[in-house]
């Protein structure tokens, strides 16, 4: 089958917020094509609209203009053709491990028998490396456990494409390192189209095929986009040394830093993406 370099393609996208100074223009003009099998992250300073990028492209948020393409329908409202992972986890603390995932499967492959379904569950319970804490409740389990759930809940649906919003933000350096190893390695088995944002350089160069870079706020849109070389699979130590990348974290480092400014007394009080990013995640309970 051949491979769709168009697979999600996002065109003019904008969005504004209400405020009583006037409209706030969070995102406008927003362009971008992903190719199907993608791994593509977003990186730009805080507050510049990322996450509602991603909130649209789920489905959670509407956008105020624009239109998105996913395998060739337009996007109008969430789906189960887009699995979200978010930064923290989202999960139903009266539910096991197994259960939270098994919630989502069953009802995306209700026409497959019972046994399918637990097949699917436990399949990528084992993906993530959870097998041992199926049973666990989420206060039984650390963060960057629950994390793994929130990893297997999104793969075990099978989307089209995969949204992840700083999906390891909240954890340490080193659980961190271990979760972007767990998200290549499961990532790598079916190559799903993902998109992902983050704040840190060195993850969205480790993992992406591109990074695409955002413009400072308000009215932020792609201001580049960097083609990430490297073969996979990828050894992180091994990377690090390549002058090629180096050179490439560099242009990288240097865009973020041409577009640090310090916010203006409107934009402080202009509605920020924190308060996008509490409706993203206030969306998925």
Excluded at 156 to 177: H, Q, W, Y
Excluded at 224 to 239: K, N, Y
Aim: net charge negative; charged share 25%; with cysteine.
């Amino acid at each position: 089958m051949k491979r769709r370099e168009k697979f999600l393609d996002m065109w003019q996208l904008a969005k504004s917020f209400p405020t009583p100074q006037g409209d706030h223009v969070v995102v406008e003009g927003f362009d971008l094509a992903i190719g199907e099998g993608d791994f593509v992250s977003i990186i730009g300073h805080s507050g510049c609209g990322k996450s509602t990028v991603l909130s649209m492209v789920a489905g959670l948020t509407a956008p105020t203009f624009g239109v998105m393409v996913l395998a060739g329908r337009e996007v109008k409202g969430p789906g189960p053709d887009r699995g979200v992972v978010f930064q923290s986890p989202s999960l139903f603390e009266w539910m096991t491990a197994r259960q939270n995932i098994a919630i989502g499967v069953d009802n995306v492959f209700a026409k497959k028998n019972a046994s399918e379904r637990r097949a699917i569950v436990e399949e990528h319970l084992a993906l993530v490396g959870l097998a041992h804490a199926a049973d666990k409740k989420p206060a039984e389990l650390s963060l960057g456990m629950r994390q793994r759930v929130g990893l297997a809940r999104a793969f075990a649906l099978d989307p089209k494409v995969l949204l992840l919003d700083e999906p390891f933000g909240m954890l340490d350096s080193i659980t961190r390192l271990e979760l972007q190893e767990v998200l290549v390695d499961v990532w790598s088995r079916n190559r799903k189209t993902a998109l992902m944002v983050t704040h840190d350089v060195d993850e969205a160069l480790c993992l992406s095929d591109k990074v695409v870079m955002m413009t400072s706020g308000p009215c932020a849109k792609v201001g580049g986009v960097l083609e990430v070389p490297f073969a996979r699979p990828r050894d992180r130590e091994t990377l690090l040394e390549e002058p090629a990348y180096r050179a490439l974290r560099d242009e990288l480092i240097g865009f973020l830093e041409a577009q640090a400014h310090t916010p203006s007394e409107e934009e402080a009080t202009a509605l920020s993406e924190d308060g996008c990013e509490e409706g993203l995640a206030s969306a998925s309970t």
